[in-house]
């Protein structure tokens, strides 16, 4: 892992020593992310078959990774935000500890996705996955794909562009007119049978990578206890109100 780290981080010891630190450190931040990972209870609640994130089995000729999410039963009640990101975050340690990917590019499938699901997708929420994503994670996010886009996704964009860095937003391409302008910028034999592509069933390898959660449970379940030691932390403790900058703001999102 401190390899993997060192070599995204460009090869600095200074910014490989702070995204360390800053991994162990939301564990205790963002408990809602990091905890109850047990990835035999999350198959037994369903977990998996409602929120998925599914890398790819092939690298794209720039050694980048292919995420997609795709989310299922989005009833009132049963979609929660919270274990998007968990499922997200589970999915993204193990690549850390197996994958050589040089960025990602993340494609959001939006098929299911509801006004309720956008609901819960608050600026909180956002703040907070961003600064893991750029902070705690040796992520380079190359590019966000929204797939399948509703014609309400205009409302999330205006949240996006309200939290996100603007380095960040600029990465963000909305398809609403079919799968022909997502193959603009990734190749078809990169993407699953789904998305016009040449992979396999994009079920099919989901369902590997279940079965290769669920194999690292143990792994998981020691992950539980460690994190960050707060009160031996030279200087004052890190909290939420320092990192993210926004505590008890935007706990709710109205959209007309």
């Keep these: 892992m401190i390899w993997r780290v060192w070599i ?3 090869m600095s010891l200074e910014r490989t020593k702070q995204t360390l630190d800053m991994y162990y450190t939301v564990r205790n931040l963002i408990p809602e992310f990091f905890r109850n990972r047990d990835p035999v209870i999350l198959q037994k609640q369903q977990v998996f078959e409602r ?3 599914i890398p790819t089995p092939v690298l794209l000729e720039d050694y980048t990774q ?5 989310i299922f039963n989005t009833e009132e009640g049963n979609f929660d935000m919270n274990q998007f990101v968990k499922v997200l975050m589970m999915v993204s340690d193990l690549l850390l500890r197996s994958s050589c ?3 990602i590019h993340l494609v959001m499938d939006f098929k299911n996705v509801t006004m309720g699901v956008i609901r819960q997708v608050t600026p909180s929420v956002l703040k907070k996955l961003q600064v893991v994503i ?3 994670y040796p992520v380079r996010l190359r590019s966000l794909h929204l797939v399948n886009a509703p014609v309400y996704v205009d409302k999330l964009v205006t949240v996006l562009k ?3 860095l ?3 937003f600029k990465r963000i391409i909305v398809h609403t007119s079919g799968l022909g302008s997502l193959h603009d910028h990734i190749h078809p034999k990169y993407l699953p049978l789904e998305y016009g592509g040449e992979l396999g069933p994009v079920q099919d390898i989901w ?3 279940t079965k290769d959660l669920i194999s690292k449970r143990d792994w998981f379940l020691e992950q539980e206890n460690i994190s960050s030691d707060e009160e031996k932390r030279p200087g004052k403790p890190l909290d939420q109100s320092e990192l993210f900058g926004m505590e008890g703001s935007f706990k709710k999102l109205s959209v007309d």
């Design 8 to 10: 995204i981080r460009k």
């Design 51 to 53: 929120v998925q994130t």
């Design 66 to 70: 292919l995420l997609i999410t795709r």
């Design 101 to 103: 990917s040089l960025g």
């Design 134 to 136: 750029t902070k705690a």
């Design 162 to 164: 309200m939290v996100l």
């Design 166 to 168: 603007p380095k960040l």
């Design 207 to 209: 369902d590997s990578w």
